[in-house]
């Protein structure tokens, strides 16, 4: 594994704010620490970058123990890159200058490599532009084209789209992962931004309270979940009351659903099943209704919040041209891929 954390402990006084932390990363992996304010993202990526010290555990960096109750090898020495939200780029250097900021070599080897940075970053008619004359998007990617520069043995961005806005962000993550990927980069970023985790990342850690939830593949995370409180984190989504009818098989409002695999709880008990938005379909034909409560227009669809006869609701994500008015009832069925239940 190219970095390894196994079983990292950290509190500041009574707060426990890294409790067991573990995950690994191979070479070339693109990896995101996805949790809400407070979950301990930073400190885990102070701790790898060498800021912090650990009370707990170990963290290996190639075949090199960094960290662990004996060994504490500062930041400058672990060759670990850092991109921040805020760009730090130096005002008075041209972006050229800025990516050469960090290079030990020759003159020559020097230009070869910026030169291939601004390619990468498509910035190189800005070679000689000061950080002040880019826009947010492009600075972001001068500070990332510094911090692969020396290429290092890791690179660490703490949210580095945060201060961009909403659109920009996504496309940013698209683009920055790319680059990585031609750099051949194993990267860490920490975010709390769900759609940029899932932009970049190969594998998110979900946080919560100082360790890992669920550490896996965007999509399983959202059709697979693992705990009810990565359910209730990733996507959007309503938990339904059911009952499990046999070993596979749970009866709900909306009908009758067998999953592939056993659900693993005993006849007759009453579960909580998660329902995503994309689960309820909306069809005129359909015999079962609801009753719309809510609604957002998002441009390409509408997520409805509907109303089931019980008094159970239930969000759906229907395309923009079924326009229906709040208090309207519409036909649904429910076309539920994976079944994902927790004891109620
Ligand atoms: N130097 C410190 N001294 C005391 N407490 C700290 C210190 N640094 C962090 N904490 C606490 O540790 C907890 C985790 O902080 P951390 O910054 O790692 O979380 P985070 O998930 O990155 O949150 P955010 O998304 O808000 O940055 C928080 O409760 C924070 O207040």
Same mark, same amino acid.
């Given at each position: ?118 390619? @990468?970053? =498509?910035? #190189? ?10 826009? &947010?998007?492009?600075?972001?990617? *001068? %500070? ?76 399983? @995370?959202? =059709?697979? #979940? ?10 959007? &989504?309503?938990?339904?009351?059911? *009952? %499990? ?78 326009? =229906? ?20």
């Amino acid at each position: 594994m190219w970095l390894d954390v196994k079983g990292v402990g950290k509190r500041y006084g009574d707060k426990i704010v890294l409790d067991d932390l573990s995950f690994s990363l191979k070479i070339g992996d693109i990896a995101c620490l996805l949790g809400s304010s407070g979950s301990g993202k930073t400190t885990a990526l102070r701790a790898i970058a060498g800021f912090e010290h650990v009370d707990a555990g170990q963290i290996c960096l190639g075949e090199q123990v960094v960290c662990d109750e004996r060994t504490f090898v500062p930041a400058h020495e672990r060759n670990v890159g850092m991109v921040f939200q805020d760009h730090a780029l130096f005002p008075h250097l041209t972006v050229a200058d800025n990516i050469a900021f960090g290079l030990s070599c020759s003159k020559v080897q020097k230009q070869q490599r910026v030169e291939r940075l601004l390619d @990468l970053i =498509h910035l #190189p008619q800005h070679a000689q532009s000061y950080p002040h004359e880019l826009s &947010g998007g492009q600075q972001q990617r *001068v %500070a990332l084209a510094r911090s692969l520069a020396p290429r290092p043995k890791l690179l660490l961005l703490d949210e580095p789209f945060s201060s961009l806005d909403v659109e920009l962000r996504e496309r940013l993550a698209r683009e920055v992962r790319e680059i990585l990927k031609v750099e051949g980069v194993t990267a860490l970023m920490v975010t709390h931004d769900q759609q940029e985790a899932f932009a970049m990342a190969d594998v998110v850690g979900v946080m919560n309270h100082g360790r890992i939830e669920q550490w896996d593949a965007p999509y399983p @995370l959202y =059709h697979e #979940p693992k705990t009810r409180y990565v359910a209730d984190f990733i996507g959007q &989504g309503v938990f339904m009351t059911g *009952v %499990a009818e046999n070993e596979t098989c749970i009866d709900l409002e909306l009908g009758h659903y067998c999953g592939k695999e056993a659900h693993g709880f005993a006849a007759g008990q009453t579960l909580n099943v998660l329902i995503r938005p994309d689960d309820v379909i909306h069809d005129d034909q359909a015999e079962q209704t609801a009753v719309v409560k809510s609604k957002v227009f998002r441009g390409t669809d509408f997520i409805y919040t509907l109303i089931l006869p019980s008094g159970q609701e239930v969000l759906a994500q229907v395309p923009s041209h079924h326009r =229906h008015d709040v208090g309207e009832a519409i036909g649904i069925y429910l076309d539920l891929d994976h079944l994902i239940a927790f004891e109620k």
